[in-house]
């Protein structure tokens, strides 16, 4: 063989052995396509911030129990893998501050999930954004969540959603003309709720006799309840985290206040009926999740958790739950462990079908989908109908 054939011969075989070993772009694509679809999962580290220590907790619990049953049903079905690092900030906005600083910069997560309160989303929201990390609030349900930044999303549904349709229903069911209203005024997430309140009077032309008012850890109501007895509303609005909500239900009905109330989101949790007992019936709310719904996949779903926890799954549960699956959806068509594109995983999902329903994401962030109106009967919630 001569030296000029032999070079050619050798220029030939390495070009060869080069687009078989992926060495051309195309080929290293199509390498790395058909190594995702090899049955591979995604591997993904993704950090929780919850409420798990202090007068919250039941929230907390609620939540990261629903992260981990969906964490074991995703591991099984094998297409992602999510490593969950939780933190708990006591519900309070500096330790979730620092529990998002800690995912992010010592965990080196690629997402989060929480934190529980709107107030501490509004401190966390704006520093994962800064960092490029998405991050999602199962049950951050206050005006202007999603709008912090291009990485904040949420599954819960925004109170001026919920609010509206809890408080139409029960102008029809009741020919409500009058009502009063008695929120938290130091919490940013009650003091919305009470925004979204006075909005949807003021459009139904509903008249307000008095607006309430009370803090964090209060519990003597009868001042506020004495002055909206007397004024005789046929409905009274409450914006409140369970804890409050409860006690003045309580304390509401033992003073012979027996109209009905519309919660806002804090309500929708079975804390309710545990504190507040008979107290609680009329309560009406409005919420994504609803355990007695007949569909197959919510009443395997309940089930599961029965099963694993002991006790039936309140909405917060429910709402983790499906936030994870979403979560697991953008990693999945992220095909990687990078927080952009999950991020833009997270942004490109449309019409998800989970326990709370079908599922979509506009344009800010924000969930799209519709509630269902309950109201407390015999010690449990039941669809408004």
């Known amino acids: 063989m001569s030296l000029k054939r032999t070079f050619s011969f050798v220029a030939l075989f390495s070009t060869l052995l080069l687009a078989a070993c992926g060495g051309g772009d195309s080929a290293s694509k199509e390498s790395e396509n058909s190594d995702k679809g090899s049955g591979e999962a995604v591997e993904a580290k993704v950090g929780v911030i919850s409420w798990l220590t202090g007068s919250g907790a039941s929230y907390g619990e609620a939540i990261t129990n629903g992260l981990k049953l969906a964490n074991e049903e995703i591991t099984e079905n094998g297409e992602v893998n999510i490593d969950l690092v939780i933190e708990d900030s006591a519900g309070a906005q500096d330790q979730a501050l620092s529990a998002a600083q800690k995912l992010m910069n010592n965990e080196n997560v690629s997402a989060i999930i929480g934190p529980t309160l709107s107030t501490e989303m509004n401190v966390v929201g704006p520093e994962a954004d800064l960092n490029g990390i998405p991050i999602m609030g199962t049950s951050t349900t206050a005006e202007g969540i999603p709008q912090i930044g291009e990485y904040v999303f949420r599954n819960s549904i925004p109170e001026a959603v919920a609010i509206p349709a809890s408080v139409k229903k029960a102008v029809e069911e009741y020919g409500v003309k009058k009502v009063a209203i008695i929120y938290g005024n130091d919490d940013v997430f009650t003091k919305s709720g009470y925004d979204t309140m006075k909005k949807t009077v003021d ?58 109330f519309v919660g806002g989101n804090g309500f929708n ?8 007992g008979d107290a609680a019936n009329g309560l009406i709310v409005a919420t994504p999740w609803f355990s007695g719904k007949d569909d197959e996949k919510v009443q395997t779903f309940v089930k599961k958790y029965n099963e694993a926890y002991g006790k039936d799954p309140d909405q917060f549960a429910a709402q983790a739950y499906d936030a994870l699956y979403l979560m697991a959806e953008a990693i999945k068509t992220a095909g990687e462990d990078d927080p952009d594109a999950i991020r833009d995983g997270l942004a490109g999902i449309k019409d998800f079908e989970g326990i709370l329903g079908t599922m979509s994401f506009d344009e800010d962030g924000d969930i799209i989908m519709d509630p269902t109106v309950l109201i407390v009967e015999d010690g449990e919630f039941k669809e408004f109908k």
């Open 203 to 260: 459009d139904m032309g509903l008249e307000v006799l008095t607006t309430e008012t009370f803090q964090i850890g209060q519990s003597d109501y009868k001042a506020q309840l004495t002055k909206i007895k007397n004024l005789k509303p046929d409905l009274v609005l409450a914006s409140a985290l369970y804890n409050e909500g409860a006690v003045i239900l309580d304390q509401a009905r033992k003073m012979g206040i027996d109209v009905p």
């Open 269 to 276: 949790s079975p804390e309710i009926i545990n504190i507040a």
